[in-house]
Every structure is written in C-alpha cells, then in structure tokens.
C-alpha cells in the first residue's frame, strides 16, 4: 500500500532535484532545509539515494509508488515529467466513495456491528436468564463463546461478499452488474481512478476504468459525439476531446485534472450520502434491536411455525 | 411478559420444537443476514433505476434547478476564461442525467448555427421562462451582464445551501424510517394479526387500527399525494426568487458598466424608464444603485436567517413527529405479543 502522506510534496521536490540535475540526496538536503514537511522524508530516503540504489527501488522501498508505478519509473525518459505525474495522482481515494463501490460489504459490516453490541448488551444483562429458560438460542447469544462465533460468521460473510465482488470484477460484462448501485458515484469514481491511472502512466489499469467509466457515460452522449470521442487513439485523448482533461500549453493539467475529478467525486458522494447515510444508520439500528430482541424473536418464529 | 416466559419455553421444549441444532442456527443466521442485505441492496437498486426512470417524467416542463445550475456554472466558467461555450456545454453534459445530457448537446449545435444562448436554452427546457427572458435583456444590455446572468443562475438561492445541509439528512432520515415503519406495517403487522386469528386471541386495538389503515388504498393514495407534494416543495424552493435575484443582478451589473436607464428599461421591457421604476417592476424597493444593492444585501441576509430557522424547526419537530407512528407500531406489536402470551398461560 502507498504511504500517501506527504507523497505529493517528495515527489514534486524530487522533480525539482531531477529537473536541475543534481544528485537526489543532496539536491532533498537542499530543499528540505527550506521546508518541514520534507525533512522526515529526507531522513528516510536519504541513506538509500546516497548509497546509489535505483530511485525506482528506493521509492518503492518506503511506499511512495505502488507496485506497477515501479517500471513506469525505471523506463522514465523523463524523469521530471514522470515523477511530477505522480505527483499529481498522490491524493487518496476518499474512503466513502470506497464504502459505497463496496455497499454489499458495507452494509453486511453495519447490520452486523448492530447485533454485535445488541447481543453483547443482552449478554451482559441477562445471560443468567437466558440459560434458565433452557432454550436454543439464536447464535451470539448466551456466551461469550456464541457471540465470538457471531463475530467470525459476520466477518466470514463480508469477506465472502467481498471475494464474490472481486470474482465478479474479473469477468468481463458480468462486472457491470456491480455498477448498478449508486451508478454517479461509480462514475464518478471510475473518472477519479482513470485520472489518477493516466497521470501515474498505469496503462493497463487506465484502459480497466476507461472501460467502466465509457460504459456509465455512453448514454449520455448523442451518438455523432460518442464515435468522435472513440475514434480518438487513446484515453488521453478522448478526455481531452470531452473536455473532461483540461489542458495547459497543449498538454494535460494532471493537478487540475486530478482535483476537478476529485470534485465531482465529492458532489457524487454528497449526493447519494443523503439516501446511503441514513440508510446504514437504520440498519445499524435494526441491527441492534434484532441482538437485543434474538432470542424473544425465535420463540415467536417457534410459535408462529408451531401452530 | 418476562415471567410467562420460562412457561411458555418448558412447554415448547417439552414438544421438542425449539432444539435445532446449532448448524442449523448458524445456517439461519448467514441465510438471513445475506437475505436482508439483499433486500437492502435491491432496495437501493430499484429506487435508482425508479427515480432515473420517473425523473424526466416529473421534471418535462422544466429541468429541476440542480441541472440549469450545473449548465449555468458551465457556460459561466467558459465564458469567463474566454472558451466556446459550446463544448463547455458538451463536457457539461456528460455530468448530466439523459435526457438534459442531450439537451445541452442540441444547445451546443444550435449556438453554432446562430441561435441565442437564452432562447436556446429556453427551447430545451434547460432554464425557466422568466430566466429566459432576464438572459435575452443581458444579451441586449451586453458588457458584463450575460456573465452576471449566468452567475446569478449558478449560484443558489440564499439559505438554500444552509436548508438543504440542515434539512436534508432529517428528512432523509425520517423517510428511511417511515420506509422502515411501512414495511413493518405491510409484511410484519398481517403475521400477527394471522397468529391472533389462530390462537383466536384479539389483537391489540392498536394493532387493528394500524392494519385497518394499511389495507386501505386511501392511505397509500394520500402516502404518494405527500410525496410529490413535498417533491414539489422542494423544486419550486430551488427556483424561488430566481427571477428578481437576476433581475437586479442585471441591473446592478448594467448600471455599473453605465448603460442609461432607458436600455436597461428596454432591455427588461419595463415602461417607467427610471431606475426606481424598473426596481420597483422587478420587485424591489429602491431608488438608486446603491440602495438596490443595500436591498439585495438585506435580502441574501434574511433568506440565510430564514433557512436557519426552518433547519433548527425541521431538525426538532420531524423526530418528534416520526415518534408518533414508532409509538403507535410498538404498542400495537408489544400490546398484542402480551396478550398471546396471557391468552397461551390462560390456556396452558
């Protein structure tokens, strides 16, 4: 995982250093003397740059790119350029555009949080009780035993929703189902992704969300703008031709592009917030009520099947 | 209630009926869980494609406020860094719900053929009629008004902002658990009165009432009036004082770039050709340029104390009314769950 702290300002000071020519360490000595914020940096990176190991590595090393950026780095003709569009697509995800792509996850956590403590509340009033009645109860209830494997069941069910998501991510079509929940934050969020992949030269992963991103767009464009844009050679500049990229002195502003994405984002979340937010917090309340009421609901489930 | 229950669980294990075993349970519990997410999820998922399918539908006359604002802010920035205003509409438009998307595509096109920005946006239903016409006298008075106009369209009423932050979430909130409450009412509420009829026990009265009313299609009619109501409460606040805001933001800007009385007069198609006289036809209350800014001033401030009224009533009063039908729910469902279990003791 990327240390995403403080990534932006090493980088864009190592594109300065690289821009001037000079050696890593000395020209990071140079400016973090001016500058706070780079001196913790400068104590973590400087051994390594002095030592000559490949940037590529020592960046790697203490999490300032992630695994792919690590060729886009070693095969940089352009080293200033390269590390000034990493730079650009250092600031995070936010984490609840994250919680929303992730709502099946999300909402199984919620519910499952809410019977937690209803059950743990119940437990520690009345497990006594419980046990007098002499009734099976419901899972989590009656022992601490029950309500840890509560506990792993919760998990062992968010995790399986979470490797399904995945599972269903890889196969290509099928994965548009996972697009129709909250569909403008997800395109939002494939716009913010796609940003953020081009500017850090990700190919691979650029072309991924220019794919998700292009299919939760399409229909909002008419047909003669739809060919024109895919009849461009690549992502950039299809982006460029919607005027989604700005531009400056004819090439990409990856910073501007990156924060206009990111805006977006936030209108996207903001929006569907007013909807999801109140919604996890019913669940969580039903969550709890239903740890609290477990075992008064299965004697009237019992009732109920009995007669 | 609590002191029937080692009864009532003697006699259920003496007929064997509550020891399933713990996979069993287990099993109960996944299925369960992963049901209600489902539920939740397909919930969600039906509401989108519902609210994407019934919007053009509710919003055909006029786009709702959100979306001219969006155009607006477009065509603002575009026109304030000197770019065609029409491929900022195109890159607009892919922020845009079909079928305003296209809409701002066919106003691109028809920029480039000649056609005014106002009438060509009045033509596809993206800005009101009144708008229209405030964007047609920018056009005439020229300089920096059509800037002004486009800015006044793309910026919120005042207070709206305040409102929505404070309102929002409550009523967001409230219509979850109305949601919640109705479910309850409609799927949850039958079983018992079932289980009354089987055991031959009567139900609480409140229990009645409660499923008296769901049965009957008034109420479900009377639950959709309410929603639409409050749908277009909450559009036509969007848009109020649209026109006068822009109206005098026009003048102020006209006024400032010294165009004379009588061309804003024509502009705006007023006959009283002073400055007083076109205030007082746009309605507002001042004399000079000055006093019309004092005025919209005072206007921007009492709309942010009126929103922050509203936003404090609203957070106080909604819960307070949302507790009544919690109230009445539970004390039909707990109400009839103790007399099954006095009417279960009685028997046994």
Redesign the interface.
């Known amino acids: 995982m990327i240390d995403r702290r403080g990534r932006g300002e090493v980088l864009h000071a190592l594109a300065l250093v690289a821009g001037d020519g000079e050696p890593l360490d000395r020209g990071l000595a140079g400016l973090a003397a001016g500058d706070p914020l780079l001196e913790p940096w400068l104590r973590r990176l400087a051994p390594d740059l002095a030592a000559g190991r490949p940037l590529e590595q020592v960046l790697r090393r203490h999490r300032l790119i992630g695994r792919d950026e690590v060729a886009v780095v070693a095969a940089s003709t352009d080293l200033p350029a390269t590390l000034r569009r990493l730079a650009a697509a250092s600031p995070a995800v936010p984490l609840r555009a994250r919680a929303l792509r992730w709502?099946?996850v999300t909402?199984?956590v919620t519910?499952?949080v809410g019977t937690l403590v209803g059950s743990a509340l119940l437990n520690l009033a009345a497990t006594q009780?419980m046990h007098?009645?002499?009734?099976?109860l419901?899972?989590?209830h009656g022992s601490t035993g029950s309500w840890l494997?509560?506990v792993v069941?919760?998990a062992a069910?968010a995790a399986a929703?979470a490797g399904s998501m995945v599972a269903l991510d890889a196969i290509p079509g099928v994965r548009r189902l996972l697009h129709?929940?909250?569909?403008e934050v997800q395109r939002s969020l494939a716009l913010a992704e796609l940003v953020r992949a081009l500017a850090s030269q990700r190919r691979a992963a650029a072309l991924r969300h220019w794919r998700t991103w292009w299919f939760l767009?399409r229909?909002?464009?008419?047909y003669q703008?739809r060919n024109a844009t895919v009849a461009e050679p690549d992502a950039e500049q299809r982006l460029a031709a919607?005027?989604?990229l700005p531009l400056r002195h004819g090439a990409p502003d990856w910073e501007a592009a990156v924060a206009t994405a990111d805006a977006?984002l936030a209108g996207a979340v903001g929006a569907a917030s007013?909807?999801?937010?109140?919604?996890l917090?019913?669940?969580l309340l039903?969550g709890f009520f239903y740890g609290v009421m477990g075992p008064l609901l299965?004697?009237?489930e019992?009732?109920?099947?009995?007669? | 209630m609590l002191d029937l229950l080692p009864i009532l669980c003697q006699q259920l294990n003496a007929d064997g009926t509550l020891s399933s075993p713990q996979a069993r349970q287990i099993g109960i519990t996944v299925k369960g869980l992963v049901s209600t997410v489902g539920i939740i999820l397909g919930g969600v998922i039906a509401l989108h494609i519902l609210w994407a399918a019934l919007r053009p539908f509710l919003f055909w006359q006029v786009a709702p406020p959100g979306i001219t604002r969006w155009v607006a802010r477009a065509l603002a920035e575009a026109l304030r860094q000197g770019r065609d205003p029409g491929e900022a509409l195109r890159t607009a438009a892919i922020g845009l719900p079909v079928p305003w998307s296209y809409a701002a595509c066919d106003v691109a096109e028809a920029l480039q053929v000649g056609e005014t920005l106002p009438d060509a946006l009045l033509r596809r239903s993206l800005v009101r009629r009144d708008a229209a016409r405030i964007g047609s006298a920018a056009l005439r008075l020229g300089g920096g008004a059509p800037q002004r106009w486009l800015d006044d369209l793309a910026t919120l009423p005042p207070g709206h902002q305040r409102l929505r932050d404070g309102l929002a979430p409550v009523a967001a909130s409230a219509l979850i658990a109305l949601g919640i409450l109705g479910f309850i009412g409609i799927f949850i509420v039958p079983q018992f009165e079932q289980i009354c009829r089987d055991l031959a026990v009567a139900p609480s009265p409140t229990l009645i009432a409660i499923a008296t009313i769901s049965d009957s299609p008034w109420s479900k009619l009377a639950l959709v009036l309410l929603a639409l109501a409050g749908l277009w409460l909450a559009v036509a606040w969007g848009w109020r004082g649209l026109h006068r805001r822009s109206a005098a933001g026009l003048i102020a800007s006209a006024t400032a770039a010294g165009a004379s009385e009588g061309e804003i007069a024509s502009a705006l198609g007023v006959a009283d050709g002073s400055l007083a006289g076109i205030c007082r036809a746009c309605g507002w209350r001042a004399d000079d340029r000055d006093g019309l800014l004092r005025a919209m001033a005072a206007d921007t401030e009492a709309g942010e104390r009126r929103a922050a009224v509203l936003a404090t009533a609203a957070r106080i009063v909604l819960p307070l009314l949302l507790a009544v039908p919690v109230w009445l729910l539970a004390d039909a469902i707990f109400g009839t769950l103790v007399r099954l279990l006095v009417a279960l003791e009685a028997a046994g």
Do not use: E, K, S, Y
């Open positions: 709502l099946p909402l199984t519910l499952g009780p007098d009645l002499n009734i099976r419901p899972v989590g494997a509560l069941l919760i069910v929703l129709l929940w909250c569909p767009t229909w909002r464009l008419p703008l919607l005027g989604v977006r007013m909807l999801i937010g109140p919604l917090w019913g669940c039903c299965t004697i009237v019992q009732l109920n099947g009995g007669f």
